[in-house]
């Protein structure tokens, strides 16, 4: 490679889930802290970071196209006087690719994984004399303490509390691409969670792969689970709502996950939602997986969560065409729904990924299988959502307002249950950006509401 001038714009494309929005944030800030700035809209930047995502299939080719499209973008800047963009790939792709990524696409200049991107700056430096710069290390908790303060603006925040997997579901990729699980100090939490509410969050998202199995001392050196770090949180003043994604229901059915459930009766800060994935009904199927819960004790789990806060919102994650997955054992998994009563789900078909050991089971299940499973799955899940928004129409709840609707003259903002709120903006006192605000839930739809500013309502 060419050496060339250090970059002076960035942009961070980030695919998957919310640790890989996290991550983004953090690399934005370690590059500002560079004096490198976010390119302005519509303008090609000087270096381009894609933060990929391995979960399911077509991960790794949506990397190559997206490479190539960036390369024919840069010869065509180049004809023009520009230059081509420096390209990093980061991610849980570059974690478990990288090698290959480098002798595939001799344009990319960084390969550096999710533990690792806190020597961006090193390797930017060592592509700026031209030379490729591969680092997937996984060190624990190194990439926190080296990473700048953070600088996140805004009414709603992610915190990374913990990360990586050591639960091995057999289909998953995240115990090799995010590795070990650890948790983030409480002091480091603490403090980072202090420096988000300054700048104006109003709710903080707690993220983990497995966020219930953080664990830490307190500042009294007393161990504590993520109950007792809500607990803290909750002190903070101007922080208004906290949340944590995403669970394992291994970690229920412990003294730090009992504290957790009765953290949801306790903390009125603590939203009334619950994002635990079950992914299959059948206990066969959730052995093969390795789950370590079977559908009854899911479901005595989410029976606690309901006693210790009747109104929580429920959500799950589903993988439909396991491999050796049957129709009645399919049929096993509409009845844990059906149980169960879902605000909102995501739910997938299952993708085999290289090197986890579902990949190479016996019966791998046809493609038109799973797609029309996972159409009676996903139309299940769809009336649920839409009778979960139904059932709430008549409550008054606050709506933190995070930004203008699909018209310009609403707002949208999320209630406690995570539903998705919009009210007209020209109704009552005007209201902004991290306002909270008090309305009435007056019309459901399947995915929204509109709210009505309850100061504008008759008495
Ligand atoms: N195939 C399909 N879905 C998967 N998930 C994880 N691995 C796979 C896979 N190989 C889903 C699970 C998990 C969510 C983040 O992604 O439902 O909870
Ligand atoms: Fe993957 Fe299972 Fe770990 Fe979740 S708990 S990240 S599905 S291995």
């Not at 805004?154 to 090799?176: I, N, S």
Request: aromatic letters at 6%.
């Amino acid at each position: 490679m060419e050496p060339s001038a250090p970059p002076r714009t960035y942009r961070v494309k980030s695919f998957g889930c919310q640790m890989n929005v996290y991550d983004g944030e953090r690399m934005a800030e370690l590059l500002g802290e560079r004096g490198i700035t976010p390119a302005p809209e519509g303008e090609e930047a000087d270096l381009v970071i894609l933060n990929t995502c391995h979960i399911r299939e077509k991960a790794a080719e949506k990397v190559y196209s997206d490479i190539g499209r960036l390369v024919l973008a840069g010869k065509q800047a180049e004809a023009q006087g520009g230059r081509q963009p420096l390209i990093a790939v980061a991610g849980c792709v570059a974690q478990a690719e990288g090698e290959e990524i480098m002798k595939r696409a001799p344009a990319v200049s960084i390969v550096v994984g999710p533990q690792a991107y806190h020597r961006l700056p090193e390797m930017l430096d060592k592509a700026a004399k031209g030379e490729r710069a591969t680092d997937t290390d996984m060190p624990a908790n190194a990439k926190f303490d080296a990473l700048p303060a953070r600088r996140k603006r805004g009414p709603t925040a992610f915190l990374t509390v913990q990360e990586g997997c050591d639960k091995f579901c057999t289909y998953c990729v995240v115990p090799y691409t995010r590795g070990a699980e650890i948790s983030r100090p409480f002091r480091d939490l603490i403090a980072e969670a202090e420096r988000l509410v300054e700048a104006g969050a109003k709710e903080i998202m707690l993220l983990g792969q497995n966020v219930n199995a953080w664990a830490g001392e307190d500042t009294k050196g007393r161990r504590t689970g993520l109950a007792g770090l809500i607990h803290t949180l909750a002190r903070i003043d101007g922080l208004e709502r906290i949340r944590y994604t995403t669970s394992h229901p291994g970690d229920m059915d412990t003294d730090q996950g009992r504290a957790l459930i009765a953290a949801h009766g306790e903390v009125d800060k603590l939203m009334p939602y619950l994002h635990l994935p079950v992914q299959s009904g059948s206990d066969r199927v959730l052995k093969a997986m390795n789950r370590q819960h079977t559908a009854d004790s899911y479901l005595k789990i989410i029976a606690k969560f309901r006693a210790a806060r009747p109104d929580i919102a429920l959500a799950g994650d589903f993988i439909v065409g396991f491999p050796g997955e049957t129709e009645a054992e399919f049929e096993e998994t509409l009845r844990v729904v059906d149980e169960v009563r879902y605000a909102a789900c995501f739910s997938f078909k299952y993708s085999p990924r290289p090197g986890t050991p579902a990949a190479i089971m016996d019966g791998q299940i046809a493609p038109e299988v799973m797609a029309e499973r996972l159409q009676r799955l996903q139309t299940r899940l769809a009336e649920q959502q839409y009778a979960f928004n139904q059932a709430s129409v008549g409550k008054t709840c606050t709506v933190l307002v995070e930004r203008t609707g699909r018209d310009p003259g609403q707002w949208l903002g999320k209630s406690p249950w995570l539903q998705s709120v919009w009210f007209a903006k020209d109704e009552g006192a005007p209201a902004a950006i991290g306002d909270m605000v008090e309305v009435l839930l007056a019309v459901a739809g399947p995915v929204s509401l509109k709210g009505l500013v309850c100061e504008t309502l008759p008495a």
